[in-house]
């Protein structure tokens, strides 16, 4: 009896090895999935021991006695049952135990997996949706087992964002890689482009180092052109490449290499199925001179078909992988299998590579750009084929909703404890439990709403450092790109507004700088910046303190900044306030498209001479905005219904002129918001808008954004009374940024209640949570949102 060992991709490939090999009665003696693939342990149940000679053991006197004595009638002792069995069984069989074991383990652990997805119906959502995104159940399961409890679907999601950053394996700077010296290989499948990346790397090596610093080489010699094709790159490059077809060829090569230039090989591409592989690792390892070896991950290809590659050139006998570079990510529907392969082999991402262009097309990306990237939603990769969706995992699990056992008592006293808890007055309504839930369940679906939701609750725990904060930005700018590709918007508006608020019972009056994310539609995302000027000096909530206080127009840029360096590619319109020609010269100088709100009274150049905003939307020739309704999600405008309004719209060519400075042409866009019946003008505003780097942009879209900001100005009425809120519901006394971060994220959550369509319920609800028919006042609102929130965390607890 001989176990063998069959693996095979999937279940199906590894049964019809097994056939093969041992025919159609072959026993199976376990079956479990290792390293993404399947294994089957298998004998050939129809072959015969071959007989061996039982083994003759002394026996003692006592025990021939005892023999001799047993009664007449108890059978004879019949030969051991594995008697038959060679010398080497004792091995497979332990190994075929050791085998059973696993698979008892992995079945049990697919159990508790299974378990935990009907428990968590989060944990079920979070599942579907990253695999969607191309990771791997494998990792997934690993990861998700750590989730912790009563995480909504935002909560969740954000985790698993950061668990992904945290265990994404890449190359720490590039510094750490262009060291003199260095050899560098890159390996692979055919068809991954290594070539066109050797000669990116190679175009980086020379702009630091200098043609002289670099030597090419190529091994492939079996494809038609290719050692023709990187000669090109090396003559545009000015640097020498060679053509090595041995070991020894390859070793006399390095010798004659000075110590401190840097060589780039070339490597034939090898399916990893070819027995070549080792050989190519044989090749460089026996070089003569230490070679770091990439591996070329092919972003475009099956997640299972990157888990063959990376596991057959991780373990070819060669030197270790260095890492890997990723590869034709501009083909690629998604990223998510190629990092799943990149954490589950560690292999540290030290490039990515997303376009046939030489040198551009070729990044140095961090863990949280590269997560960032694989979460992003393009028009491509919208809808996962192969991926289950919500309702198919529904079905699998063929489950119905569980719910825990509570006793009578304690369901009564948490019913009461919840009542009592919405109760603000005499006469209030009693709200079931299922009622409540599905009142707070409104704050998880809206950015805004469930960050300024996590941070409230971060005042339980007391002060946090400036390090947190500053990750919290991060966090806060990447959920809003994610939330922006996520929905059906496609561009993102950031606005900056100045607000004077008063700290504690100081009498002077600080000034805040706000920076606030929304979609086009104005839906509110998030507040990841604030700046804060006061008798403290000035601050930002993302670290940075100094005693003398900067110019406003130094801290309006460097708000800008911040937002643009962290858009990802993603279109932003910059709402800025007030008449400031030294911002707009700059930020037009960086090419960032914004658009400016100036008063009526703004000076600026028009034709032949200087004249005023409200001189000439006198003469301006307007037009009307369409489907106004269906284009924002706001419930108002000016204080009505946006059915009863028309929005208007004109557009001229001006330009700012300043002694000493280039002229900076600019399209002035007035807007003007008419009662749709009566026909009175009820606001004319002006902006300023610099957006020479987008196309198809309409006069009506920047109408609409102008309407935006000035409704966005809620958010700075609300910031006193959520600083004063912020202030009563902390712990313990907090830092000024903690404090200024939270109150803002409250605001921006109070406007969007206020004003957002979709929060048309909730809103309702929470005037019935303080009895008032009336419009809620900002000290009004800010209460009944804190009020919420704790209700919403009593359910979650109950």
Same mark, same amino acid.
């Given at each position: 009896?001989?176990?063998?060992?069959?693996?095979?991709?999937?279940?199906?490939?590894?049964?019809?090895? *097994?056939?093969?090999?041992?025919?159609?009665?072959?026993?199976?003696?376990?079956?479990?999935?290792?390293?993404?693939? *399947?294994?089957?342990?298998?004998?050939?149940?129809?072959?015969?021991?071959?007989?061996?000679?039982? *083994?003759?053991?002394?026996?003692?006197?006592?025990?021939?006695?005892?023999?001799?004595?047993?009664?007449?009638?108890?059978?004879?002792?019949?030969?051991?049952?594995?008697?038959?069995?060679?010398?080497?069984?004792?091995?497979?069989?332990?190994?075929?135990?050791?085998?059973?074991?696993?698979?008892?383990?992995?079945?049990?652990?697919?159990?508790?997996?299974?378990?935990?997805?009907?428990?968590?119906?989060?944990?079920?959502?979070?599942?579907?949706?990253?695999?969607?995104?191309?990771?791997?159940?494998?990792?997934?399961?690993?990861?998700?087992?750590?989730?912790?409890?009563?995480?909504?679907?935002?909560?969740?999601?954000?985790?698993?964002?950061?668990?992904?950053?945290?265990?994404?394996?890449?190359?720490?700077?590039?510094?750490?890689?262009?060291?003199?010296?260095?050899?560098?290989?890159?390996?692979?499948?055919?068809?991954?482009?290594?070539?066109?990346?050797?000669?990116?790397?190679?175009?980086?090596?020379?702009?630091?180092?200098?043609?002289?610093?670099?030597?090419?080489?190529?091994?492939?010699?079996?494809?038609?052109?290719?050692?023709?094709?990187?000669?090109?790159?090396?003559?545009?490059?000015?640097?020498?490449?060679?053509?090595?077809?041995?070991?020894?060829?390859?070793?006399?090569?390095?010798?004659?290499?000075?110590?401190?230039?840097?060589?780039?090989?070339?490597?034939?591409?090898?399916?990893?199925?070819?027995?070549? *592989?080792?050989?190519?690792?044989?090749?460089?390892?026996?070089?003569?001179?230490?070679?770091?070896?990439?591996?070329?991950?092919?972003?475009?290809?099956?997640?299972?078909?990157?888990?063959?590659?990376?596991?057959?050139?991780?373990?070819?006998?060669?030197?270790?992988?260095?890492?890997?570079?990723?590869?034709?990510?501009?083909?690629?529907?998604?990223?998510?299998?190629?990092?799943?392969?990149?954490?589950?082999?560690?292999?540290?991402?030290?490039?990515?590579?997303?376009?046939?262009?030489?040198?551009?097309?070729?990044?140095?990306?961090?863990?949280?750009?590269?997560?960032?990237?694989?979460?992003?939603?393009?028009?491509?990769?919208?809808?996962?084929?192969?991926?289950?969706?919500?309702?198919?995992?529904?079905?699998?699990?063929?489950?119905?909703?569980?719910?825990?056992?509570?006793?009578?008592?304690?369901?009564?006293?948490?019913?009461?404890?919840?009542?009592?808890?919405?109760?603000?007055?005499?006469?209030?309504?009693?709200?079931?439990?299922?009622?409540?839930?599905?009142?707070?369940?409104?704050?998880?679906?809206?950015?805004?709403?469930?960050?300024?939701?996590?941070?409230?609750?971060?005042?339980?725990?007391?002060?946090?450092?400036?390090?947190?904060?500053?990750?919290?930005?991060?966090?806060?700018?990447?959920?809003?790109?994610?939330?922006?590709?996520?929905?059906?918007?496609?561009?993102?508006?950031?606005?900056?507004?100045?607000?004077?608020?008063?700290?504690?019972?100081?009498?002077?009056?600080?000034?805040?700088?706000?920076?606030?994310?929304?979609?086009?539609?104005?839906?509110?995302?998030?507040?990841?910046?604030?700046?804060?000027?006061?008798?403290?000096?000035?601050?930002?909530?993302?670290?940075?303190?100094?005693?003398?206080?900067?110019?406003?127009?130094?801290?309006?840029?460097?708000?800008?900044?911040?937002?643009?360096?962290?858009?990802?590619?993603?279109?932003?319109?910059?709402?800025?306030?007030?008449?400031?020609?030294?911002?707009?010269?700059?930020?037009?100088?960086?090419?960032?498209?914004?658009?400016?709100?100036?008063?009526?009274?703004?000076?600026?150049?028009?034709?032949?001479?200087?004249?005023?905003?409200?001189?000439?939307?006198?003469?301006?020739?307007?037009?009307?905005?369409?489907?106004?309704?269906?284009?924002?999600?706001?419930?108002?405008?000016?204080?009505?219904?946006?059915?009863?309004?028309?929005?208007?719209?004109?557009?001229?060519?001006?330009?700012?002129?300043?002694?000493?400075?280039?002229?900076?042409?600019?399209?002035?866009?007035?807007?003007?918001?008419?009662?749709?019946?009566?026909?009175?003008?009820?606001?004319?505003?002006?902006?300023?808008?610099?957006?020479?780097?987008?196309?198809?942009?309409?006069?009506?879209?920047?109408?609409?954004?102008?309407?935006?900001?000035?409704?966005?100005?809620?958010?700075?009425?609300?910031?006193?009374?959520?600083?004063?809120?912020?202030?009563?519901?902390?712990?313990?006394?907090?830092?000024?940024?903690?404090?200024?971060?939270?109150?803002?994220?409250?605001?921006?959550?109070?406007?969007?209640?206020?004003?957002?369509?979709?929060?048309?319920?909730?809103?309702?609800?929470?005037?019935?949570?303080?009895?008032?028919?009336?419009?809620?006042?900002?000290?009004?609102?800010?209460?009944?949102?804190?009020?919420?929130?704790?209700?919403?965390?009593?359910?979650?607890?109950?």
């Amino acid at each position: 009896m001989s176990v063998s060992r069959f693996f095979g991709s999937t279940s199906r490939e590894a049964m019809r090895q *097994v056939r093969l090999a041992l025919g159609p009665d072959a026993l199976i003696v376990s079956n479990r999935r290792v390293n993404g693939g *399947v294994e089957i342990l298998a004998t050939d149940a129809t072959a015969s021991a071959e007989p061996t000679p039982p *083994v003759t053991m002394p026996v003692p006197e006592q025990a021939q006695g005892a023999t001799t004595s047993m009664p007449d009638s108890m059978p004879a002792p019949t030969a051991a049952p594995y008697a038959g069995i060679n010398q080497q069984q004792p091995a497979e069989l332990m190994t075929a135990i050791g085998a059973m074991r696993g698979a008892l383990e992995n079945r049990i652990d697919e159990l508790l997996w299974s378990n935990q997805l009907q428990r968590a119906p989060e944990t079920l959502s979070l599942f579907q949706t990253l695999l969607g995104y191309g990771f791997s159940t494998a990792l997934l399961r690993a990861m998700l087992k750590r989730m912790p409890a009563h995480l909504n679907d935002r909560a969740a999601f954000e985790w698993a964002r950061h668990e992904l950053d945290t265990h994404l394996p890449v190359l720490a700077s590039e510094e750490r890689l262009w060291q003199p010296g260095l050899a560098l290989a890159l390996v692979g499948p055919t068809g991954v482009g290594k070539t066109t990346t050797i000669a990116k790397l190679a175009a980086r090596c020379v702009k630091r180092f200098g043609p002289d610093k670099l030597v090419l080489i190529t091994t492939d010699t079996y494809r038609i052109g290719a050692h023709e094709q990187l000669k090109i790159y090396a003559d545009i490059l000015r640097v020498p490449v060679h053509v090595v077809q041995d070991s020894a060829g390859l070793r006399q090569l390095l010798l004659s290499i000075r110590s401190d230039q840097i060589i780039l090989i070339d490597n034939v591409g090898i399916s990893q199925r070819d027995r070549f *592989v080792a050989d190519q690792a044989a090749l460089l390892s026996s070089a003569g001179r230490r070679i770091q070896r990439l591996l070329a991950l092919n972003a475009s290809s099956h997640g299972d078909t990157l888990d063959e590659v990376a596991r057959v050139y991780k373990t070819d006998g060669g030197t270790p992988l260095s890492g890997c570079i990723i590869t034709k990510v501009d083909e690629a529907s998604r990223l998510g299998p190629a990092l799943d392969t990149a954490i589950r082999y560690q292999l540290p991402v030290h490039y990515v590579s997303d376009g046939q262009k030489v040198p551009e097309n070729l990044r140095f990306m961090t863990a949280k750009q590269l997560v960032d990237l694989a979460f992003t939603r393009t028009s491509y990769n919208s809808k996962a084929l192969y991926a289950p969706t919500a309702g198919d995992l529904a079905a699998l699990l063929s489950v119905a909703e569980q719910k825990e056992s509570v006793s009578d008592a304690d369901e009564q006293a948490r019913k009461q404890k919840l009542t009592a808890l919405v109760m603000s007055g005499a006469g209030m309504r009693k709200l079931d439990v299922e009622g409540l839930r599905k009142h707070t369940s409104t704050i998880e679906h809206s950015l805004a709403l469930s960050a300024a939701f996590d941070s409230w609750r971060d005042l339980s725990v007391g002060p946090q450092d400036n390090a947190y904060l500053t990750e919290q930005a991060e966090d806060l700018m990447r959920s809003a790109l994610h939330e922006l590709s996520e929905s059906a918007a496609t561009m993102m508006l950031s606005s900056y507004q100045s607000v004077n608020i008063a700290l504690d019972n100081d009498q002077d009056k600080s000034k805040v700088l706000l920076t606030n994310l929304c979609t086009e539609r104005g839906e509110a995302l998030a507040a990841p910046l604030q700046q804060i000027a006061g008798p403290m000096g000035w601050l930002n909530t993302v670290g940075e303190h100094v005693l003398q206080e900067p110019q406003w127009s130094d801290q309006l840029l460097q708000a800008v900044r911040w937002v643009e360096q962290r858009r990802n590619a993603t279109p932003i319109m910059h709402m800025l306030e007030g008449f400031t020609p030294a911002v707009w010269q700059a930020l037009a100088a960086e090419g960032t498209a914004f658009m400016a709100s100036v008063p009526l009274g703004s000076r600026f150049w028009h034709e032949n001479g200087t004249t005023s905003a409200a001189a000439r939307i006198k003469q301006m020739q307007f037009h009307a905005v369409s489907d106004l309704s269906r284009k924002l999600q706001l419930q108002q405008l000016a204080g009505q219904a946006i059915p009863s309004l028309t929005l208007w719209v004109a557009k001229e060519r001006v330009s700012i002129r300043q002694r000493g400075v280039a002229e900076l042409l600019l399209d002035l866009i007035a807007v003007r918001l008419t009662d749709r019946y009566s026909g009175a003008v009820l606001r004319d505003s002006v902006v300023l808008l610099h957006a020479s780097e987008f196309t198809g942009l309409s006069d009506a879209d920047v109408a609409m954004w102008a309407v935006l900001q000035h409704e966005q100005r809620l958010v700075g009425r609300l910031l006193a009374p959520a600083w004063r809120a912020v202030q009563e519901d902390a712990a313990q006394e907090l830092s000024v940024a903690q404090q200024l971060r939270a109150s803002a994220l409250l605001a921006l959550a109070g406007s969007d209640v206020q004003y957002s369509s979709q929060q048309q319920g909730l809103y309702g609800q929470l005037q019935a949570l303080l009895q008032q028919r009336s419009a809620l006042t900002a000290p009004k609102l800010i209460e009944a949102i804190l009020r919420c929130f704790a209700l919403k965390e009593a359910l979650q607890e109950a």
